[in-house]
């Protein structure tokens, strides 16, 4: 396997600060299954985390909205999005979705996404997860909130009728919003056969 870091610009590659190659069984033969190598520039480090992955096939489809999302910007609303990110088994956050984001507005509803459940959670339910959500600036991002869940947390808020969302809190653990699970189905990923006969 061949791994390179590079610094892009516009959409183009631009400054490379290193690259290595090894192969998978060192990965899978190292300590936690992670491997880590110094690159030749800027004094840093690139971390490979390796998983075993589930025979898990289901595919899970979402649906979010916010509600009353925190205003960052002095003159208008928010242009709020989110990254969903998953815990690996050592405690890293790996990004896992990258919603779009909505101009304009503290009640952002967002477009339906899926996801396999091997790759949120690696087919653990109740593995930690956590949304972090970002008002989209021409400049600078600015953080907003986040909040910590499972995908059985998720799964009961959206069965239940008295859920009342999951709120997010700033740095200072200030409420900056609610997150509102609006869709949540969990269906087996169709296979060849099942694309075929439709």
Known sequence: MRFGVFETSHGKLKDKFGRFKTPLEDIAKARGM????????????LVVMAEVATSDVDVA???????KIKSMDLLSKSDP????????????AT????????KNTENPSWPTFAVSVRQLCNGDYNRPLTMYVFDKDPKHDDFI???????????HARESEKSKGFVISDMKSKVTGTIMVEELVIRPMPTFVDRHDN
């Open 34 to 45: 992670t491997v880590e190598k110094s690159l030749e520039k800027g004094g840093l480090t």
């Open 61 to 67: 489809t979402f649906k979010f909205s916010g509600r």
């Open 81 to 92: 999005y989110f990254i969903l990110t998953r815990m690996s088994l050592s405690k890293e």
């Open 95 to 102: 990004s896992v979705y990258r919603s779009e984001f909505i």
């Open 145 to 155: 909130g986040s909040f910590t869940t499972t995908l059985q947390e998720l799964k």
